[in-house]
């Protein structure tokens, strides 16, 4: 029996999990500190103390299985910065992914060394990773920058919590932008140009199936847990929910449809990005590497436009199948907050095609979500770009419960598409690393079989692709193409 963390923007999230099944889940809500434009900051100490409010819910009706728990794995929002001192106290607020205010800094920074790097580190570089944070701390609180002794991301921050110990592990360092993601080592000479005060604390860089430690005793008395409860490596929030979607091997892409979308696959060697910018090529949190994709404008788009017909979610199935495909002829461009793929961050939507009798709530729905499933088509075909190849796909995330959207990208992929049964794959995957570092203490152990032996598929959800919507929608994303082309011309 393992804990699963899921540590993400909203909340932290943790699950009690037993061979596939979940027997128990609680939740606890993080606050952000939104003070200034761009600014997205969180405190640490917070995530911490709703790891473990969250655990106890968890365990609310069914104390009786603390003892059983042999490990904990923790999944974290990705690129967070968390800065100790020398007394390993945390000095700041934590800058996170979404937090905006750093592009200037990043750009002066890569500008002034004459940097590429993605040929330095084998992976793009963009605002949201943690150099950026990083070097605007530098610029913007110069007092905090002098006394960093440590950095961490926010699941590792939540190990050094459990365990007292610092340490990296390949997936999430991948997205901090000092990391090697080719020798999956820290890149010393690209952190001495930033020059810090301190003689920086170095973490240990785990393999993904080696163990954190056990619990700090005071932490498992608090809990109520054995002594012995080992920690995993852990990762990012996309690298365990490839491990809870059964994305540990060659051929599946796991597509999350949130207020984001990513989609993601599995390699074994690292992915060729120097030509491909729109690709993040990260390591997996299973030894292996993660290519990734991603996209604005999803589930967001979708709401904005059932607000706008003051439609409610449960009607979202009956508007969608009422519309034909290709909506009349009705063509929305959803970039209502910016775009990321293609990556104009100062874009704005437009409709297109506005007939008298094509106007309709259900055509203006399914026009918006025709056109954030062309723009996951976006998103997969750069990961086909760069050589990924993948014949099926799971979908997860909260829009994945429309059965009418399932099959609309089964036809616009041309992939047969499966859900899990359980729909929480960061904590799933969180839990299941737990379960293989746990196993590997006694003998060598492959993910892919803790994988496929706990990970169970929702058969009613399955969809496969309708050969003649296929045809259709190929020629219907063509001419979304030529419209989005020409509408983003305007903005570069």
Known sequence: MFIGIDCGTQGTKAIIWQDGGILGQGYTPHSTIMEQLGQREQRPEEWFDALIASIDKAFKGI?????????????????????????????????????????????????????????????QVPVAFSLGKLLWVKENDPISFRRI????????????????????????ASGTGWFDTVSKSMSEDLLTLIKFNNELAQPDILQSQEIVGTLHPSIAERLGLNANVIVSSGGGDNMMAAIGTGNVGSGQLTISLGTSGTLFSHSFEQVDSSEHKDLNAFCSSTNGYLPLASTMNVTTANNQILNL????????????????????????LPFFNGARLPNVPNASGALLGITATNLTPENLLKATVEAVTFNLRLGANVLENAGVKFSKACVIGGGAKSKIWRQLISDVTNLPLWCPI??????????????????????????????????????????????????????????????LSRHMAQFV
């Not at 106290?89 to 592009?103: F, N, S």
């Open 422 to 483: 359980s729909t929480e794959a960061a904590a799933v995957g969180a839990a299941i690393q737990a379960c293989w570092a746990h196993e590997n203490l006694y003998q060598p152990t492959q993910i892919t079989d803790i994988c496929s032996n706990t990970l169970e598929v929702d058969e009613e959800k399955s969809v496969t692709p309708i050969a003649k919507n296929v045809q259709t929608y190929r020629t219907i994303a063509e001419s979304y193409q030529y419209h």
């Open 309 to 332: 017909v003051n439609g409610d979610i449960s009607e979202f199935d009956t508007l969608l199948e009422s519309s034909p495909i290709g909506a009349d002829g009705l063509t929305c």
């Open 63 to 123: 104390e009786q299985h603390k003892k059983a728990i042999k490990g904990i794995g923790i999944s974290g929002q990705q690129h967070g910065l968390v800065l100790l001192d020398q007394n390993d106290q945390v000095i700041r607020d934590a800058l996170l992914w979404c937090d905006t205010r750093p592009q200037a800094a990043l750009s002066a920074f890569t500008q002034t060394h004459d940097l590429n790097l993605v040929e330095k580190l084998g992976i």
């Open 149 to 172: 002794h440590k950095m961490m991301l926010p699941h590792d921050y939540l190990n050094w919590c459990l365990t007292g110990r610092f340490t990296v592990e390949p997936g999430d």
